[in-house]
């Protein structure tokens, strides 16, 4: 036979073979694949949860993307996933895009202030006002005064102090920023500065997502940045303690943000459906707290209605993922060292998972 | 009027060529529209400004900054990767035995096979130490009080980004240059060397100066390449933002248009200020990319005085 041939039919069995692969994947396997994006923050977390659930529900499968919460906050707009995740809450002009968005906090983490210093291990102590100053690019040096002074026992080195930040729109800026706003007037009402997903950095390097952050610290000299506890510690990086306001150094640990969830999120906070852009967990007034915490939120449309091509099955579906990861899912978070949510903070949730509805109905009953 | 199998093929033909032209056409349109907000907003500085402020009622978005920090790059990576590639082309064609240069076509035209994303992981995790501690630890110790070689001290840097800009655009300029060279008639060669030249002498006098128009061609679609990448610079470059991202030291974080756009694009809302703001990114982009091509073709009619592919 001519080789041309041979290798046409051998073209074409390949397609015909890939094609079926295909089709068998996507055909009516019964599995129902809910899309979510957004805060890379509470990812670690989110994808334990994840995992267990599919164990638990064989015919549900659960994709997040950890593209950052200001990805996540557009995609909601764009009504093109069936969730989305953010660690700010939305804004006003975003919340007139997205009517009828759902908070739901499902899970409270801390931001370490992570460094690469040769020699120094964790726990060298700063203030709010001092972590400001770097990041403003006001403290060049390690061996700054206002540095030594708190840490007479540590040696630092006279090198430049090597900024890193987040150069996507993230949650994890915009609660880190906020901590920055109420430690520091110029921070606050800096040209450029105060809080938000992001801002115009007055110096350093922009790396994207909090892995990136964590990986650059890690391979630059005399570098500091900002990340959420679990990938500082899945990096296996040294972090600050942060003088809270009772003047104590707290450094960041399952407690020490527990302590912070329970002190700030027990009471005031407002329901699902109202808006929590006023709400933060920042410097809880408790001796053992630690200053920078703050929720992750899931966002949802209350009228799941709202995005094309819902069915009931999928409505069905996301209500009761979202009821696991606020009630069961809760259990994982220590061992990944996120806090459990107060139970005060379950009840809200549960309450707003229990108003979503499709075709007017109530989904879950 | 019968449609003959010729006319069907030469109607399709022509429906496919102007495709391309209408594809240039619908995206410089649609970039303009949905530039419009931004322009409007900020005119003249949107392009000469230096200010970027995101934060919700507080929006600013300038854009000098990008513009030059993509010239900055592109500059330094023709810097490095022109004389590297015209090297490799004129070894392969002029130097190299048979046995060696055909492996080694081989092996440039397969660097360009590579993904950039591959040589942007590359760069974060070996190559920027290399550049660290060769290059730019040792410019900064000894010329460090010139501005162009002060030092931000971290490795991802404006530098870096250009540098491996040069190892990604060699590829196409080497292998288009060897093209070139090896289409020198050889009649050229024999009469350099029969009137007493240098090896040396015959390849920049006649063979180099022969091809250079195809060889400018090159350096040009390498340029291309190197304005529009995207994913290696926005790991390597650290990402600057605002006034601080103004190109001034070799050695600082800074950002291109494309990174710039890497960066935050995906994190906009659709019909927001920020979103109009990187539609005129790209729409800027897109008008310095057709500015380099025009320009070139420019230059080589009417500086090289090249007609119907021949030079004069």
């Given at each position: ?14 397609a ?39 164990t638990i ?6 994709d ?7 990805a996540?906050?557009s ?10 995740g ?6 006003t002009?975003?919340?007139e ?5 759902l ?6 983490g ?10 120094v291990?964790?726990?060298l ?9 770097i ?11 206002a ?9 630092l080195p006279?090198?430049?102090?090597n900024?890193i ?28 500065l ?5 801002i ?18 890690n391979?630059?000299?005399n ?5 959420e ?8 990086m ?22 912070a ?11 699902g ?11 809880a ?17 209350k ?12 409505a ?24 459990p ?7 809200i ?11 007017n109905q109530?989904?879950?009953k | ?23 240039l ?5 649609t970039l ?15 392009f000469?400004?230096q ?13 000098l900054?990008?513009?030059l ?17 015209l090297?490799?082309?004129v070894?392969?064609?002029?130097m190299?035995p ?13 660097l360009?096979?590579?993904p950039?994303?591959?040589y ?14 060769y290059i730019?630890?040792?410019?900064t110790k000894?010329l460090?009080?010139i501005p162009?070689?002060?030092?931000s ?5 404006i ?31 024999e009469?350099a ?21 195809g060889?400018?061609?090159?350096i ?14 926005a790991m ?17 974080p ?5 990174s ?17 703001t ?6 800027t982009?897109?008008?310095?990319s ?7 073709h ?15």
């Open positions: 036979m001519n080789t041309k041939y041979t290798i046409v039919i051998a073209i074409v069995a390949i015909i073979i890939a094609g079926a692969i295909v089709a068998y994947t996507y055909s009516d396997s019964g599995i129902i694949v809910l899309n979510g994006t957004g805060a890379s923050f509470p990812y670690p977390l989110l994808d334990e949860m994840i995992k267990d659930y599919e529900k064989h015919n549900v499968q659960v997040y993307n950890p593209s950052g919460s200001g996540g906050v995609a909601l707009i764009d009504k093109i996933v069936d969730f989305a953010s660690d700010a809450p939305l804004s002009s975003e919340t895009k997205a009517p009828n968005t908070h739901i906090p499902e899970t409270i801390s931001i370490a202030i992570v460094y690469n210093i040769a020699d291990p964790s726990g102590k700063l203030t709010g006002q001092i972590v400001a100053d990041f403003q690019g006001k403290i060049t040096k390690w061996n700054d005064s540095i030594t002074k708190l840490n007479p026992e540590v040696t006279s090198d430049t102090i900024v930040h987040r150069s996507d729109s993230s949650g994890t800026t915009f609660i880190f920023t906020g901590y920055l706003s109420t430690s520091s007037t110029s921070w606050k009402n800096g040209e450029g105060g809080q938000g997903k992001a115009s950095w007055p110096t350093g390097i922009g790396a994207q997502g909090n892995a990136a952050v964590a990986q650059t610290v391979t630059t000299k570098s500091i940045g900002y990340v506890l679990a990938y500082a510690i899945d990096a296996k040294t972090y600050a303690a942060i003088q809270n306001p009772s003047g104590n150094y707290i450094l960041p640990t399952l407690e020490s943000t527990t302590v969830a329970q002190a700030r999120a027990s009471s005031g906070l407002p329901a459906s109202e808006s929590w852009s006023n709400v933060n967990l920042l410097n007034n408790d001796a053992n707290a630690y200053p920078i915490v703050g929720f992750s939120y899931i966002m949802v449309y009228e799941l209605d709202d995005i094309p091509e819902m069915t009931q099955e999928r069905t579906a996301i209500c009761e993922f979202l009821w696991y990861v606020i009630h069961d899912g809760q259990n994982l978070a220590k061992q990944v060292n996120y806090a949510l107060p139970s005060n903070v379950v009840e949730n549960s309450a707003t998972i229990k108003s979503i509805t499709f075709n109530p989904v879950l | 009027m019968k449609l003959t199998g010729d006319k069907i093929f030469k109607i399709s033909a022509t429906i496919i060529a102007t495709s391309a032209l209408a594809i056409l619908i995206t410089g349109y303009a529209v949905g530039s419009v907000p931004v322009i409007q907003k900020f005119g003249l500085n949107f000469f400004g200010q970027w402020n995101p934060i919700e009622g507080k929006e600013v978005f300038n854009i900054p990008y513009v920090g993509t010239l900055a790059t592109s500059g330094i990576a023709l810097l490095i990767g022109v004389p590297l590639s090297g490799i082309a070894f392969l064609v002029e190299a048979k046995s060696l240069s055909v492996p080694i076509s081989y092996l440039v035209e397969l360009s096979a590579v950039s994303v591959i942007g992981l590359w760069g974060l995790f070996i190559f920027q130490f290399w550049m660290r501690d730019q630890i040792p410019l000894y460090g009080w162009l070689f002060s030092s001290q971290s490795s991802l840097n530098f870096t980004a250009g540098a491996i800009l040069a190892i990604m655009i060699i590829p196409t300029i080497a292998s288009i240059s060897k093209e070139v060279i090896s289409a020198v008639p050889n009649s050229i060669r009469g060397y029969s009137i007493g030249a240098t090896k040396w002498e015959v390849i920049h006098r006649w063979v180099l100066s022969y091809g250079r128009s060889i400018f061609g090159a040009i679609l390498g340029l291309g390449r190197a304005v529009g990448e995207t994913m290696a610079v390597l470059i650290g990402n600057a933002i605002g006034p601080v991202a103004m190109p001034i030291s070799l050695f600082q800074g950002q291109t248009m494309a710039l756009i890497a960066n935050g694009f995906l994190d906009t809302t659709r019909g927001s200020l920020a979103s109009s990187y539609i005129g990114v790209g729409l982009l897109l008008f310095i057709l500015i380099i091509n025009v320009g070139a420019v230059v080589m009619t009417r500086v090289f005085k090249v007609k119907g592919g021949a030079v004069e």
